[in-house]
């Protein structure tokens, strides 16, 4: 995922909530507790994703030119550990087991993202196409059609080529629209008679705000109050080039859909019965997944957004807005540009209204007004930011019917990471609760007449997650990143998943409270392979420790520092 590091600590007043203001919003009328039993719309498309910098490797392989995240992450500082994707996964050389595991789960598709510097090492057509990435692709989406597995591809996963930024300013040039889209043309070309699913652009929303607002992704810039809104305007008008261009192109012959992914979180009003409130909470999903999907859909920026960043920017005593604006030529280009939405959704907030004085000190996150509170009960199992709130998933959903018009939506991220880095535990339970839970509310969510075609677990294995490095484990499968074989271990969640799948949902009480069990019973054994496996994979490796090996050295220093004892008391 998709890491939103917007969560800074210092937002977050924890927030002890009265069971009352916690009512339902509007245009979810259910209660929130019980458990749904029934099955998907024959047809609904399981599946999993990954990106190509998080699980690739091969950095600098076959002619791949450098991205923005090779040289952020090869930068002291930037990453946790200072780690960086060099390798990470393999997957570049590993595809095909990877293809295996997901055979064997019974995907319907897998969502992966091609890297735009792996085919124009310069970033530019004209310069130079590199051959051997595309063979690469090819191969990968070969033999997921060979597997039945539908391929489901994003163009742009974050990894923009460095010479584009560093000649260009990247998303801060409005001259990215047309080498994206030179790129994007020569995907549809190369790929396009097999892939029928493409993503313009996977969480712009991040791309824009961590890249050039908070600097905590690649490239790492500080705009405050302006870096974000330029990048933004220029990934929209890229999207909308991209979809023209397999509009005009493409589309009679490959006959494909063109979508974008969003990340969405919702966002709850603390007190639904206070209108400032309630306001708030619209807005701060205006301003995350409304600030990229209303001028797809609907042609413009949220009203809000141009209300509040255009009142602060002339309180500023700036001559314009900080919001950059569409001429009416662009907006109806703009408009429409979706064959289906993306959404990749991980967690909710409550909200309530704050002014900030405008200032100075300008940003995204106070031009919004608001502050972000979390309930002290809701797990949180993984990432900081990341709390467990099922029922919020069903109220995006709704959100987005009710929005723009009931699109068609495949959810292309959900999931859930792990805080505890306890060396063999592949006996994820909350994972499973996650996934339960959060696939119940889309379930309902259908039921309320929302639109869903398909579910992408996040992730297929456990990969480098942005600044966070390897320190966040998002995988059904556990990935060993210190051997450098980078073998995969399945998690229970593995098997639990595996259950949802191949019953199209949840068919009945008595069946689904038994498959956590049966799950947890597989991993127990797993547990016991990845214990013993690294000790004769890991020979060859005298300087690398294995963290299953330590684990099962501290055991075993722990029985004899107990034998020492128990010898001296009798
Ligand atoms: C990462 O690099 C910085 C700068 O060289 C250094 O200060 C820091 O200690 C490094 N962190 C780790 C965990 O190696
Ligand atoms: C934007 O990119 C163009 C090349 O396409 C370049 O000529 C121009 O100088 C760039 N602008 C800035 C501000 O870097």
Redesign the pocket.
Known sequence: MSLQRMLKLHYVLVLVLCVSASEDFDWTKNERGSFYYGTFPTGFSWGAGGSAYQTEGAWDKDGKGMSIWDVFAHK??KI???DTADHSCEGYYKFKDDITLMKDMKFNHYRFSISWPRIFPNGIKADHINEKGIKYYDDLINMLLDNNITPIVTLYHWDLPQVLQEKYGGWQNVSMVNYFNDFANLCFERFGDRVKYWVTFNNPWSSAVEGYETGEHAPGLKLRGTGAYKAAHHIIKAHAKVWHTYDTQWRSKQKGLVGISLLADWGEPVDITNQRDIEAAERYVQFYMGWFATPIFNGDYPQVMKDYIGRKSAQQGLGTSRLPVFSSQEKSYIKGTCDFLGIGHFTTRYITQKNYPSGRGNSYFTDRDLVELVDPRWPDPGSEWLYSVPWGFRRLLNFVKTQYGNPMIYVTENGVSEKVQRCTDLCDDWRMQYFKDYINEMLKALKDGVNVKGYTAWSLLDKFEWDEGFSERFGLFYVDFLNKNKPRYPKASVQYYKRIISSNGFPNQREVESWKRKATETCSSSNQLLAADPLTSHMEMVTEIVVPTVCTLCILLAAVFLMFLLRGRF
């Open positions: 002291k500082g946790f550990l200072n």
